[in-house]
């Protein structure tokens, strides 16, 4: 018989990304993945106003020295200007991919429609859809029709056969559920839509899938190995479409990010430039001198802009891509005893009694 505990095992181990309900965790995965990444610029902006004036205010820091502060602002203007060199640079890479041979474009377009086709064959549609967000929607439907078809095949097996192959596939159908709700209110190009994709963990679900489609090959009937077949393929398929609209959105994110760069870059190196001649006159500052260093720490605050920019939006691309650095069931983020299965080489069992991580435990991971 498979136990409570076993069956507990079964449940995801994957990204978990967005998903956590304490404040300093849920504030954390709003700063690296899920906030606007304008608004976390512009947020880091004003945390370095406000270090700054406060150590003006308690006297750590001054800006009476000119020389110290041309100094200071000859450095801003070399420094922007790499950056944005960097960016442009960073951005000449991203469509340098885009450009293509004719036998290559040939190769592309062949292999996405096969895709395609693929996926309108395992939904049993005359066509699979444009959209990558109603082609996820569309996969995650495939899904759900599988795990059912899988549940009723197993209704008449042993019960340890059906006690894990339904408990499996009840939380196949309950977490298809949720992310075909998020899909369904979304559009490609929004970073919901990209969140929602990841955080389903179909490399979870294959790796469990496959497993107990061993355990029990001698025990599944013709029918119920076929339908679970079927989700396992259902889930590749997934799995390929989440790939690519991963690596999609990421394209379209690194670009907007360098054209945010370029917008703020111009303003930078002028502001830049302005702290300068701000103590260029032979008599002092030309701006009274009560207002002086917070003119000047504004300054600076535009300066760092494009710095903001940078820091946000490698924040979530890094995140992104460390959570989901993985080909199948692998899940490289993840510790290497953690797993439901404890296996060695000739062992087609089921699990042994060894006890999962806690939820609090994954989740401080």
């Not at 369904?184 to 679900?205: C, I, K, M, N, P």
């Amino acid at each position: 018989m498979v136990s409570s505990e076993s069956d507990e095992r079964l449940e995801s181990y994957g990204a978990d990304i967005g998903a956590r309900s304490r404040p300093i965790p849920r504030a954390r995965e709003w700063l690296l993945v899920e906030g606007d990444r304008v608004v976390v610029a512009a947020l880091l902006l004003v945390g370095v106003f406000v270090v700054l004036v406060v150590l003006h205010d308690v006297g750590v820091i001054s800006f009476v020295n000119s020389n110290s502060v041309t100094r200071v602002a000859s450095g801003m203007i070399a420094g922007t200007f790499s950056l944005v060199t960097l960016v442009v640079s960073i951005n000449q890479l991203i469509l340098s991919q885009e450009f293509a041979t004719a036998g290559s474009a040939q190769k592309r377009l062949e292999s996405v429609i096969g895709f395609r086709a693929d996926v309108a064959d395992e939904a049993s549609v005359a066509a699979s859809p444009v959209s990558q967000t109603k082609l996820l929607e569309l996969l995650v439907e495939s899904i759900a029709r599988d795990a059912a078809a899988v549940e009723d095949a197993v209704a008449d097996h042993d019960e340890e056969v059906r006690r894990a192959i339904t408990r499996y596939t009840n939380i196949v159908q309950s977490e298809t559920g949720r992310i075909g709700e998020t899909l369904e209110h979304t559009s490609f190009g929004t970073f919901r839509a990209v969140l929602a994709a990841t955080d389903y963990d179909e490399d979870w679900q294959l790796y469990v899938g496959t497993h107990l489609r061993r355990a029990y090959d001698a025990s599944l009937s013709p029918t119920a190995t076929e339908r679970l077949e079927d989700l396992l393929e259902s889930l590749k398929l997934f799995h390929v479409a989440g790939e690519q609209f991963r690596t999609t959105y990421l394209q379209r994110e690194l670009t907007r990010f360098s054209q945010l760069t370029v917008y703020c870059g111009v303003p930078a190196i002028l502001s830049a430039i302005l702290v300068g001649l701000l103590y260029a006159d032979v008599t002092g500052p030309s701006v009274n001198i009560a207002v002086l260093p917070y003119v000047s720490i504004g300054l600076i605050g535009v300066v760092l802009s494009p710095l903001t920019l940078l820091v946000s939006f490698i924040l979530r691309t890094t995140t992104i891509t460390r959570r989901t650095a993985s080909t199948g069931p692998m899940l490289p983020q993840k510790g290497p005893e953690e797993g439901p299965f404890d296996v060695s080489a000739g062992d087609g069992g089921m699990p042994d009694g060894k006890a999962e991580p806690t939820r609090e435990e994954r989740e401080n991971r």
